[in-house]
């Protein structure tokens, strides 16, 4: 079996209303609307880049003040309210059975994802864990998937990629890696076509054998 390198947000775990809840209340605090455009945008880039964009419409402080007014909220949001996607604990469950080596390749800050795996009990699974504020430079740069690779000891081009926003298909892509798109409602299928194949769920079907894209 592949090596599979997981993104972590909308995949792994049901954080997207969450996040941006978090980011709509910190905004507010500072003049700013969060749009639905600006989730488009920036939904699968890293909190960095999500901080650059909103500082031009606004004054805001340094990204390590920030972030840390941002995580006050999110993580007690995390610890109350974040939930393993059914299809993704079940599908891990039945990967690791059957020694599946796996890695998660996550924008978020490693705080976070740390934070997110914990709450949600998948941090088990997983041989190697990056996130966002660990590499040079976000998705849809391949960094991430590239620094995965290395931490599994295996070539990028061997593995499958799991992602759900355009800019990791495009960042795991990049990395040379066959990326499977799991449609989790933020993107249309068509947005997700860059992928080797979209799934509406996961299951492990697509990482076994002859399925394997």
Known sequence: MRPIVF???????????LA???????????????????IALLTGRTDRDAHDHFARRAELPDHASFWAELSDIT???????LLAFEDA??????????????????????????????ATGLGEYFEFVVGGDEVAFGKPAP????????GLAVEPESCLAVEDTPAGIVAARAAGMTVIA????????????????VVP???PAPFLGSSTP
């Open 75 to 81: 993580f007690r949001s995390f610890d109350r309210h």
């Open 201 to 203: 769920r996961l299951t």
């Open 89 to 118: 604990a079940d599908t891990l469950d039945a990967l690791m059975m059957r020694g599946a080596v796996m890695a998660v390749a996550s924008s978020s800050p490693r705080e976070r994802l740390d934070r997110s795996l914990a």
């Open 7 to 17: 993104d972590c947000d909308g995949v792994l775990v049901d954080s997207e209303q």
């Open 182 to 197: 799991v449609e989790r409602g933020q993107y249309q299928r068509e947005e997700l076509s860059a992928a080797d194949l």
């Open 143 to 150: 960094d991430l998937f590239l620094a995965a690779a290395a």
């Open 20 to 38: 941006w809840d978090a980011w709509r209340r910190i905004l507010a605090r500072y003049g700013i609307t969060l749009t639905s455009d600006d």
